[in-house]
């Protein structure tokens, strides 16, 4: 039987100089690069933070099957990584690019600090830039920047769904029509959207509000927003808390929500009543990514301790349909995960949003337990499967 920490609020709430840093936020302050100039990254090289690139044609022959994308927050590209070989080139789309989302026809979707940016994975180009409809300020860098975080498509390839944080406040669902590439209707949720997910059918949309303890149930349909509260261990500590949602995954079999904390207690929420479970969990560690197989196999993201004294390391939880779980341990922080088409290897981004990221990717064989680093892009958060 799993044992819950009682959690030690001095240890797990920002104190108010702290704050005042970073902006009354729960997760500490990092550090972005800037868009600055225009140019071209070779093949097998990575762009420095503060770099921009236009288009890196692909190397003869490749993208080859099996390949990655991931975005760089600590620059304005996403890069194509060859899980052996490491990255295989960049292209630029926007100031500090957060999530991605893929469709059908090899088109990504690329949640920046500027629009969303829509990228051809075959030629390898930006096609688009897609202006927000939200008001988030200036265009900066670093964890608490405006603009898009979460993203998704919905099932049919004709909605994109992008999570807008509005500095100081809280944030917005934005909704885009592939076709014309153009925002179509804004939804207000929570604050600091960090992850948005849709139901299979396409039915809802979720936003994981980080900030504000809660997910924003959106119908497709009448796009109007209902709140559900996630906080298995309270609201105490307000902004300043650690215990806050920040990745969901939308379980195959029923359509609940999973939203892991802290290696110890798995939220799994019912978006039509809004009730929550919570059932134990084992890494004892804090957690960010998360993301779920087609047989109901969640991956779940340790980003390391918050308290050194009574937490473990950075490391990756897979979790069964019945909870069983078996938990590899990574070197260094890690922000988010993908899985192979065959669902043997994991891919878990090395960007982190705290302090502490660095520029690659943890290759994970989920048989064997055998990981792997290799160099990739500048701080990857999102990665989607080519």
Same mark, same amino acid.
């Given at each position: 039987?799993? %044992?819950? &920490?009682?959690?030690? &609020?001095?240890?797990?709430?920002?104190?108010?100089?702290?704050?005042?840093?970073?902006?009354?936020?729960?997760?500490?302050?990092?550090?972005?690069?800037?868009?600055?100039?225009?140019?071209?990254?070779?093949?097998?090289?990575?762009?420095?933070?503060?770099?921009?690139?236009?288009?890196?044609?692909?190397?003869?022959?490749?993208?080859?099957?099996?390949?990655?994308?991931?975005?760089?927050?600590?620059?304005?590209?996403?890069?194509?990584?060859?899980?052996?070989?490491?990255?295989?080139?960049?292209?630029?789309?926007?100031?500090?690019?957060?999530?991605?989302?893929?469709?059908?026809?090899?088109?990504?979707?690329?949640?920046?600090? $500027?629009?969303?940016?829509?990228?051809?994975?075959?030629?390898?180009? &930006?096609?688009?830039?897609?202006?927000?409809?939200?008001?988030?300020?200036?265009?900066?860098?670093?964890?608490?920047?405006?603009?898009?975080?979460?993203?998704?498509?919905?099932?049919?390839?004709?909605?994109?769904?992008?999570?807008?944080?509005?500095?100081?406040?809280?944030?917005?669902? =934005?909704?885009?029509?592939?076709? %014309?590439?153009?925002?179509?209707?804004?939804?207000?949720? /929570?604050?600091?959207?960090?992850?948005?997910?849709?139901?299979?059918?396409?039915? $809802?949309?979720?936003?994981?509000?980080?900030?504000?303890?809660?997910?924003?149930?959106?119908?497709?349909?009448?796009? =109007?927003? &209902?709140?559900? $509260?996630?906080?298995?261990?309270?609201?105490?500590?307000?902004? /300043?808390?650690?215990? %806050?949602?920040?990745?969901?995954?939308?379980?195959?079999?029923?359509?609940?929500?999973?939203?892991?904390? $802290?290696?110890e207690r798995l939220a799994v929420v019912d978006p039509r009543t809004g009730r929550t479970t919570i059932e134990p969990m084992t890494a004892n560690t804090h957690q960010h990514g998360a993301t779920v197989t087609a047989d109901g196999t969640l991956l779940a993201v340790g980003t390391g301790p918050i308290d050194p004294d009574v937490d473990s390391g950075p490391s990756l939880t897979v979790r069964s349909p019945g909870g069983a779980e078996r938990v590899y341990p990574l070197e260094g922080p890690h922000e988010d995960v993908a899985v192979s088409e065959d669902g043997r290897t994991a891919y878990v981004t090395g960007g982190f949003t705290r302090d502490g990221s660095w520029d690659g990717l943890s290759v994970v064989d989920l048989g064997s337990g055998e990981t792997?680093?290799?160099?990739?892009?500048?701080?990857?958060?999102?990665?989607?499967?080519?």
């Amino acid at each position: 039987m799993t %044992k819950f &920490r009682r959690a030690s &609020r001095p240890t797990r709430v920002l104190v108010p100089a702290v704050l005042a840093v970073a902006a009354l936020a729960g997760c500490a302050q990092g550090a972005g690069g800037a868009a600055s100039a225009s140019g071209t990254v070779p093949a097998g090289a990575s762009p420095a933070a503060g770099s921009s690139v236009t288009v890196t044609p692909a190397p003869a022959g490749e993208p080859a099957p099996g390949s990655l994308l991931v975005a760089d927050f600590g620059s304005d590209t996403v890069t194509f990584v060859d899980p052996e070989r490491g990255a295989t080139g960049s292209v630029r789309v926007g100031t500090a690019p957060y999530g991605l989302a893929l469709g059908a026809d090899g088109r990504a979707w690329v949640a920046t600090a $500027e629009g969303v940016a829509v990228v051809d994975t075959a030629t390898r180009r &930006r096609l688009a830039l897609v202006p927000y409809e939200t008001d988030t300020g200036p265009v900066t860098t670093g964890e608490y920047r405006g603009g898009g975080m979460g993203i998704t498509l919905a099932p049919d390839g004709r909605r994109v769904y992008v999570g807008v944080n509005v500095p100081g406040g809280n944030g917005a669902l =934005e909704v885009i029509d592939t076709a %014309k590439l153009r925002v179509t209707d804004t939804v207000p949720v /929570g604050r600091r959207p960090f992850d948005v997910d849709v139901s299979r059918d396409g039915a $809802e949309v979720y936003t994981t509000n980080h900030d504000s303890f809660d997910v924003t149930v959106v119908p497709a349909g009448t796009l =109007e927003p &209902r709140r559900v $509260e996630v906080a298995p261990y309270g609201t105490e500590g307000g902004l /300043g808390s650690w215990l %806050k949602p920040h990745y969901a995954a939308v379980r195959p079999s029923d359509g609940k929500l999973l939203l892991p904390f $802290e290696g110890e207690r798995l939220a799994v929420v019912d978006p039509r009543t809004g009730r929550t479970t919570i059932e134990p969990m084992t890494a004892n560690t804090h957690q960010h990514g998360a993301t779920v197989t087609a047989d109901g196999t969640l991956l779940a993201v340790g980003t390391g301790p918050i308290d050194p004294d009574v937490d473990s390391g950075p490391s990756l939880t897979v979790r069964s349909p019945g909870g069983a779980e078996r938990v590899y341990p990574l070197e260094g922080p890690h922000e988010d995960v993908a899985v192979s088409e065959d669902g043997r290897t994991a891919y878990v981004t090395g960007g982190f949003t705290r302090d502490g990221s660095w520029d690659g990717l943890s290759v994970v064989d989920l048989g064997s337990g055998e990981t792997r680093r290799v160099a990739a892009g500048s701080r990857p958060l999102g990665i989607v499967v080519l």
